[in-house]
Structure formats: C-alpha cells, structure tokens
C-alpha cells in the first residue's frame, strides 16, 4: 500500500494565536511526515484556485446551508448557486492576503486521518480531541450573524483528488521532498 499526501492550512487564527506548533504536532504525533512547508501571503488569483468556480460544487454547498437554515426557521429567497457563491467569495477574501502556513503531510492514509485529526468544519460540532474541538468555539451562527466564513483554524483537504489539486495550487513540484522518516518503521512495522 502506497502512502497519500494531503493539503493542511493553518489559516490566519492559527498563526495570530500562536497555533501552528500544536497542528504540527498532531499530525506528527499520527505518524505523517512533513513534505511540504511555507508561509505564504496569497494572492486572490492563488486563492480562487483553491475554491474553484465550480457552479456545480457551489450550488450543493448552497443547498446544504439552505437546509441548515431552514432547521433554525430561517428562509432566503437567494437560490443555492446564490448562496454557494457567496460562500465562496467569503472563503476567499478570508485567506486572501493574510499569512497562512501550507503544509503538505504524507502517510497512509493521510486525507482521512487529517480530516479526523482536524474535527468537524464547525467548531461547535467538533468533537473533544480534535484540532478545532480542543481549541475553538466558532459556530455557523456567528458565521451568519457576522456575515463571513467560519474562523476554524485549519483547511484540510477531504477527498484525493481535492488534495491533489489542492496541493499544485500552493507547492511547486520542486517544493516537496521525498526522504524515510526514521520512525515511519515503528509506526507501521512489529520489526
């Protein structure tokens, strides 16, 4: 079995309050291996390839906060698409010129278990142990309520070829290493 690589963020809340250590940490402590590392002030060029125009994509994101919505008794006349690409805009005006450490992580199963280490996109619904569980309280009411994306620390990519784009947006091919990690062994080996 092959190892996977995977795209981690640590977003501008991370960096201001002093966070990228304990991220670090966590994925190390999993077994992943650091390829990749770089603080970076991205462009908005940068950032609109991470969040693709994908009307497709945007519509489904609309639908589901519609439907999130409409659980707290909330209506819109906006559509999905409307919503979708609202959302979009607000993602990348929050990463747009602001620093934000890339990493690139690899090891057996890398996006899932990142996903996992990094808990629920919301805050609120992260579970004790996890990234944004253990170290934030943000909601997508307080999202709403100020009109923004959520403030959750860390992007994680959550499918192989999402991670895959993801990282060609924010490594050049000459920026990752291949090297053994010493205690890869030991992770995976009863040698």
């Known amino acids: 079995m092959k190892a996977e690589r ?21 994925f190390e402590q999993k077994g992943m291996k650091i390829v990749g590392m ?32 409409k659980e707290k008794g909330r209506e819109t006349d906006e559509t999905p698409l409307q919503v979708g690409k609202r959302i979009r805009e607000w993602n990348i005006k ?16 890398a996006i899932e278990v990142g996903r996992k280490i990094v808990g629920h996109t919301e805050p609120r619904q992260a579970l004790p142990g996890t990234i944004r569980g253990d170290l934030s309280v943000e909601s997508y ?21 999402e991670a ?20 890869f062994k030991m992770f995976h080996s009863f040698e």
């Not at 929050?94 to 199963?109: K, R």
């Not at 999202?143 to 070829?161: Q, S, T």
Request: aromatic share 10%.
């Open 6 to 26: 995977t795209l981690i963020l640590a977003k501008q809340d991370a960096i201001h309050r002093g966070l990228v250590g304990e991220i670090v940490r966590r």
């Open 38 to 69: 770089k603080l970076i002030v991205p462009t908005k060029e940068m950032v609109g390839k991470h969040y693709p125009d994908d009307d497709a994509m945007w519509a489904v994101t609309g639908e589901r906060t519609i439907e999130t919505w």
């Open 94 to 109: 929050s990463l747009t010129g602001h620093p934000v450490i890339a990493m690139c992580f690899e090891g057996y199963h």
């Open 141 to 161: 009411d307080l999202a709403d309520y100020y009109k923004r994306p959520l403030i959750n620390l860390v992007h994680a990519a959550g499918r192989p070829h």
């Open 164 to 183: 895959a784009r993801e990282i060609d947006v924010w490594f050049k091919k000459e920026e990752l290493f291949e090297y053994t990690k010493k205690d």
